[in-house]
C-alpha cells in the first residue's frame, strides 16, 4: 500500500515523534510554522550550538518559541514531559542527547496523549525509542541557493508503512510540498 505524504504530515497531535538527520531542527521548525501555534523547545545548557529562534524566521515565527534550557538530559526530559501533559502548548520540541530508553519514550507517549500535545524528539541518528509513533530522518537534498529541497524519511511508523518524499517548503506562502519523482 502507498503510504501519501498528507496521510503521515502534519504530525499525529497526542503523540510523541522522532526526527533525526541534519534538517531535523527545519522539520521542527516547519512543524511549528505550520501550526502558527506557540510551542516550547527544550535543550541542555552546556550546548555550544544552541537554536537561535530567528533562524528558524523562514519556517515559523521565531516569537512562538520559547526555549527552555536544562542542566541535564534527565531534566530535558522531564521537562518535556510536563509541557506535553499540562497541553499548554500544542507543541513541544527537545533535543535529546543521550539514548531515549523504551520506559521514557512510553512516559513521552503517555504525558502527548494526556495533554493532546505533539512531542517532536530531535534525536542522535540510532538513539530513538521503540515507543515513538512516527521516526523521521530529514535531510537537505542539492538544489538552487533559492529553493529549499529536502528528503524526508518516515524511518518507523506505528501506524504502517514506511517511505521517503522529496518535500520543498514555499516560504511566502508556508506551505510545504511534495516533489514529483523523477520519472
Known amino acids: 500500500m502507498l503510504l501519501r505524504f498528507s496521510d503521515i504530515f502534519p504530525l499525529k497531535r497526542g503523540r510523541a515523534h522522532e526526527v533525526t538527520g541534519p534538517s531535523a531542527p527545519v522539520f521542527a521548525g516547519i512543524s511549528v510554522g505550520l501550526s502558527r501555534m506557540p510551542a516550547f523547545w527544550f535543550v541542555e545548557d552546556w550546548m555550544h550550538e544552541t537554536l537561535n529562534p530567528m533562524g528558524l524566521i523562514p519556517y515559523c ?9 536544562c542542566p541535564t538530559p534527565t531534566d530535558v526530559l522531564a521537562a518535556t514531559e510536563e509541557a506535553l501533559r499540562s497541553g499548554v502548548v500544542p507543541y513541544v520540541i527537545a533535543e535529546i ?11 513521552l507517549q503517555l504525558a502527548a496523549g494526556q495533554g493532546r500535545a505533539t512531542g517532536i524528539m530531535i534525536i542522535p541518528q ?3 525509542s521503540n515507543a ?5 530522518d530529514a535531510r537537505p537534498k542539492f538544489s538552487t541557493p533559492n529553493d529549499a529541497l529536502m528528503q524526508w524519511s518516515l524511518v518507523k511508523n506505528k501506524s504502517g508503512t514506511v517511505a521517503s518524499w522529496d518535500v520543498r517548503w514555499n516560504e511566502e506562502t508556508h506551505h510545504i510540498s511534495v516533489v514529483p519523482k523523477a520519472a
Do not use: E, V
Open 132 to 136: 515513538a509513533q512516527t521516526r523521521w
Open 61 to 69: 515565527d521565531p516569537h512562538h518559541i520559547l526555549i527552555g534550557k
Open 97 to 107: 542527547s543521550k539514548p531515549l530508553t523504551l520506559k521514557a519514550g512510553r512516559r
Open 126 to 128: 540510532g538513539m530513538g
